[in-house]
C-alpha cells in the first residue's frame, strides 16, 4: 500500500462517516505479540500485518480524555453528566481569513463564536477601536464581491450594530472563551466540537484543557473468521483505508452444516468447499467420510427433512454393526422372531403390542417360595395382561407380601409323564378350557417370539403397523445401490425412527452419485464459493443416493442418550428368609428327587477323612498285596493332576510304608494255629521296595 497515509485505528474511526460504511482497512503496523492478541471482554481479536478488516459499524463506547499538559489520560463513559465549556485557543490570527480558514470544519455549525482585535480596524466610515469583541453571526459570500463576516458589535451604553468586516482585514485576532456548554454526547455528536479542546466546569475535577476522543466499538468481518468481529477503536495499530483496491476481494465466512440448513433454499444447489474436516473420531463409518479432505470441492444438492431407522446387527462373534437407513429404501423386509431372556422384557415388549406369543426355548424348575412356576422346552405362551399377586411370605404365614406378574395363557399342554406334578395343580386356573399362569416379572427365562407373519413389507411400512423395536430381515435387496450392506445379515433389529435435517451433497468429480449428511451429527466447515456447477444449467444429472450410512457404536449410545432411552430396571424378586425352617422343611419337588439321587448315609467321620485341602475326595486307598509273584506290581489308573498344599507320593503303583513290616497271607496255613504267618525274608523285601521307588512317573 505504498503511496498511503496511514492513521492510527483511533484517528481513522474518529474521523469515519457512518454513511460511507463498508470500508476495508488493510494492517500495516502496529504493537504486535504472536499476531497482536487481544482479549476484551471475552472476545479474542488476532490481526497481523497485511490483515484485511472489511467494517460493517461502529459504536459509540466511551470518551478518551487525554490532559495535554502532562500526557495523562482517562476514560469516561460516554452517559457522563458532566457539562464541558470550549478552551479558546490561544495562537491570535493574523486576519480574520485566517481565523476562519483555521477554524474546524462546518464552520456555520459553530457560529456565533466571539473574538477580540488589537488593534483599531476601519471598516468604511466605521472605526473599531481595539480590544473590542465582535460576535460572528454569519459568513456572507456574493459572486464578484469580497466575502464579509457579518458581526454584531456592543457599544457603550448597552447600545450595539452590526457591522460587515472583509475577511481580507489584517489585525491581530484572537478567540473569546464561549460561555457555552455542552456534554459528552453533544461533543461527540458534532465534528467540529470534537477537535477542540474541553475544559470541566467543574474545575475540582480538572481545570486543564483536554482533548476528548472517541472510542467506538467496531463491526467487522474478516476472511476465515465465522463471526462478527467486535472490538474497540483505542487498540494501537495503524491502517490504511484500501476500499478501492480490495472491491472484489472475497471475505470467506465458514458455515458449520446446521448453518447450511439454515441457509434459503435458493442458495441450493451449490459449489462449497470443506475448510475443516470432521473429527478423526467420527460417529460414521462409511465411504465418502474418508474422501472428504481439506480443500476439497463438494455439491450441496439440496436440503430436506428425511425419515429414517436405526438398525442394528444382533450381537456375535463378530463386532456389532449399526445403520442408518433412509425410509426410502428400496429393499424388502421380513419380520424375525424376537428373543427375551426374562418376563419383564416380555412385559415391555407386550405393552407396546398386545397378544404376544412366544414360546419356552429353556425349561425352568418350579420354585415354590419364589412363586416361581415350572416350564417345559416346547411350551408356548400368550401374555394377557400384569397383574399384582400375593405371595406368602416364608417366615410367617399369615403375612402376605405383593408382586407383579404377567398372566400368561398355557396354548399346548407341556409333554410331562410325571405323575408328581399334579399335585400343584391348584396353583393355576382354568379358564376357557385353557390354564392360565402367572409369571412374576423377576423371573429368568429363554423365550423366543411366535410368528406368524410371512409377508414382505417395505421399511416406511413396518414403522407404520408394528411398533419398534422389530427384529427383521431383508428378504430382497434394494437394487438401486450398488452394494447393499443390508442383504448379508441373518436378522437384523430396528432400534428407532428418527426425522433428521440432511443435505444432500457429492463430490464434484461424481455430482450423481449422492449420500446423506446428517447435519447434527457431522461436526465440519465449509464456504460457498462462486464456482459454477458441473453441469449445464438445463441438464442436472439423474442422482443416485445412497440410502443406508453405517455408523460407530458411538452413534448408537449417543443416540440413546439424546432419546432418554434408558428403561427402567426390572423389579427386584422378594427377599427370602434364609433362616426360615420351613424352605428346609418343603424344598420344591425337583430339589426332593436330587436329594434323594445324591444321599448318603456314611458317618461323618468317614465322609472327613476323605476329604483333602483342595475340596476333592481323596482315592481310595490301595487294597491289601496279594501273593508275591514274579509279576510287576498292578497300576492304578491314571488320576487328573491335583494341586495341593504338600507333594503328593506316587499313586500310580501299590505302595506300602516302609517302616511297617508287610505280612503277607500263608501259603498254606495251619488249621491248628491261629496265628500262622510267614515272614518276608528281609532281602527280598529290600529289593521289593527299591523296585517300588525306582518306578518312572508317566
Excluded at 501299590?654 to 515272614?679: F, G, N
Amino acid at each position: 500500500m505504498a503511496g498511503m497515509t496511514a492513521l492510527s485505528l483511533q484517528q481513522f474511526i474518529a474521523s469515519l462517516d457512518k454513511s460511507c460504511l463498508p470500508k476495508i482497512l488493510q494492517v500495516c503496523s502496529g504493537v504486535y505479540f504472536q499476531g497482536s492478541v487481544y482479549e476484551l471482554s471475552g472476545s479474542e481479536v488476532c490481526f497481523s500485518t497485511g490483515d484485511l478488516i472489511k467494517v460493517i459499524d461502529i459504536e459509540l463506547l466511551s470518551v478518551s480524555c487525554e490532559d495535554i499538559s502532562n500526557d495523562e489520560k482517562f476514560e469516561l463513559p460516554i452517559n457522563h453528566t458532566g457539562l464541558f465549556k470550549v478552551v479558546p485557543e490561544e495562537m491570535p490570527y493574523t486576519s480574520v481569513e485566517e481565523m476562519v480558514s483555521l477554524r474546524p470544519l462546518g464552520l456555520e455549525s459553530c457560529l456565533p463564536f466571539t473574538f477580540t482585535n488589537r488593534s483599531k480596524i476601519t471598516v468604511g466610515n466605521f472605526t473599531l477601536g481595539a480590544g473590542r469583541a465582535l460576535t460572528v453571526l454569519s459568513i456572507e459570500r456574493r459572486e464578484g464581491e469580497v466575502d464579509h463576516v457579518r458581526c454584531h458589535v456592543k457599544g457603550q451604553q448597552e447600545t450595539s450594530a452590526e457591522v460587515c468586516i472583509p475577511l481580507s482585514a489584517q489585525g491581530e485576532f484572537k478567540e473569546c472563551e464561549s460561555e457555552e456548554r455542552f456534554t459528552l454526547r453533544e461533543i461527540m455528536s458534532s465534528p467540529c466540537l470534537c477537535s477542540r479542546k474541553f475544559r470541566f466546569i467543574n474545575t475540582t475535577k480538572c481545570d486543564r484543557p483536554l482533548v476528548l476522543c472517541p472510542i467506538y466499538q467496531v463491526h467487522a468481518i474478516m476472511s476465515m473468521r465465522k463471526n462478527v468481529l467486535k472490538f474497540p477503536s483505542s487498540l494501537e495499530v495503524d491502517v490504511v483505508d484500501a476500499t478501492e483496491l480490495c472491491e472484489d476481494v472475497n471475505f470467506v465466512t465458514p458455515l458449520s452444516l446446521t448453518e447450511v440448513f439454515s441457509q434459503p433454499e435458493e442458495s441450493f444447489p451449490a459449489v462449497v468447499e470443506i475448510l475443516e474436516v470432521p473429527e478423526t473420531r467420527s460417529l460414521f463409518k462409511c465411504s465418502w467420510l474418508s474422501e472428504m479432505k481439506l480443500g476439497s470441492k463438494m455439491i450441496f444438492h439440496k436440503k430436506s427433512s428425511t425419515a429414517m431407522v436405526l438398525l442394528s446387527s444382533l450381537k456375535s462373534r463378530k463386532s456389532q454393526q449399526f445403520f442408518l437407513v433412509s425410509q426410502q429404501y428400496g429393499g424388502r423386509f421380513r419380520r424375525r422372531p424376537r428373543e427375551f431372556n426374562s418376563v419383564y422384557e416380555m412385559h415391555v415388549a407386550s405393552s407396546l403390542a398386545p397378544a404376544l406369543k412366544v414360546g419356552v426355548t429353556r425349561s425352568c424348575e418350579e420354585v415354590e417360595e419364589e412363586g416361581l412356576p415350572a416350564l417345559s422346552v416346547g411350551e408356548q405362551l400368550e401374555v394377557v395382561r400384569c397383574e399384582t399377586v400375593e405371595l406368602p411370605c416364608e417366615s410367617n404365614k399369615e403375612q402376605t407380601q405383593f408382586v407383579e406378574a404377567l398372566l400368561c395363557r398355557r396354548l399346548q399342554d407341556p409333554d410331562d409323564d410325571d405323575d408328581d406334578d399334579d399335585e400343584d395343580e391348584d396353583e393355576v386356573k382354568q379358564e376357557n378350557g385353557r390354564e392360565e399362569i402367572f409369571l412374576p416379572l423377576y423371573m429368568q427365562g429363554h423365550f423366543v417370539e411366535v410368528l406368524s407373519d410371512s409377508k414382505k413389507y417395505k421399511l416406511k411400512d413396518l414403522g407404520k403397523k408394528f411398533s419398534l423395536p422389530l427384529n427383521v430381515k431383508v428378504v430382497s435387496r434394494d437394487t438401486e445401490l450398488e452394494a447393499d450392506p443390508l442383504a448379508g445379515f441373518a436378522s437384523l433389529r430396528i432400534e428407532a425412527a428418527m426425522l433428521e435435517p440432511t443435505i444432500q451433497a457429492s463430490f464434484a468429480h461424481r455430482p450423481e452419485h449422492c449420500f446423506e449428511i446428517p447435519t447434527e451429527w457431522l461436526s465440519m466447515s465449509v464456504h460457498f464459493t462462486k464456482d459454477p456447477l458441473p453441469w449445464p444449467s438445463s441438464k442436472p444429472p439423474k442422482c443416485h443416493v445412497d440410502r443406508v450410512t453405517e455408523v460407530t457404536d458411538m452413534f448408537f449410545y449417543e443416540f440413546r442418550k439424546q432419546g432418554n432411552f434408558d428403561a427402567a430396571p426390572p423389579p427386584r424378586p422378594p427377599k427370602r428368609n434364609m433362616s426360615s425352617s420351613k424352605s428346609l422343611k418343603t424344598p420344591s419337588k425337583p430339589l426332593k428327587k436330587s436329594i434323594k439321587k445324591s444321599s448318603n448315609k456314611s458317618v461323618p467321620s468317614t465322609e472327613l477323612a476323605t476329604l483333602t485341602l483342595d475340596g476333592k475326595r481323596r482315592p481310595p486307598a490301595p487294597p491289601t498285596p496279594g501273593l508275591l509273584t514274579g509279576q510287576p506290581p498292578p497300576l492304578i489308573p491314571r488320576k487328573h493332576s491335583v494341586t495341593t498344599g504338600n507333594a503328593r507320593p506316587n499313586t500310580y503303583v501299590q505302595r506300602e510304608d516302609p517302616k511297617i513290616k508287610v505280612h503277607l497271607p500263608e501259603i498254606a496255613p495251619d488249621v491248628d494255629s491261629d496265628h500262622d504267618y510267614e515272614t518276608v525274608d528281609e532281602t527280598f523285601a529290600t529289593i521289593l521296595k527299591d523296585a517300588q521307588e525306582n518306578v518312572m512317573f508317566y
